[in-house]
């Protein structure tokens, strides 16, 4: 995916996939993330998410639905933003945004 060639360097982890959930670009940082996976590349995501988690893929990928949600592992909290990519307004697949949040975060309301 030579066009995502901008998201190589990105601090927060990027994940790519097709519409059938082969995964087709990770950056630097999402390679780093899920190194004790091996290398995804090719790999579908069916492989590395439990029921609940593959029927949301599913879900994202059939109708085009967004899912963001935060997570603390080892007391790094991080959001998760899951939404679907396109061409030429046909849905290709999925990109995954993984984002180390700040312990302290500002909100504004604008």
Excluded at 23 to 29: I, L, P, R, S
Excluded at 32 to 43: P, R
Excluded at 61 to 78: A, F, Q, R
Aim: neutral net charge.
């Amino acid at each position: 995916m030579t066009e995502l060639r901008w998201a190589d360097e990105l601090s927060c982890a990027v994940t790519v996939c097709d519409k059938e959930a082969n995964v087709v670009y990770q950056n630097e940082k999402a390679r780093k993330t899920f190194e004790n996976y091996g290398d995804l590349i090719g790999k579908n995501l069916k492989e590395c998410h439990g029921e609940k988690s593959w029927n949301m893929i599913l879900d994202m990928l059939k109708n085009g639905k967004s899912n963001t949600y935060t997570i603390e592992k080892k007391g790094v909290k991080k959001m998760i933003h899951q939404t679907p990519w396109y061409r030429n307004g046909e849905l290709m697949g999925l990109v995954e945004f993984s984002i180390v949040l700040p312990e302290e975060m500002p909100h504004f309301i604008r």
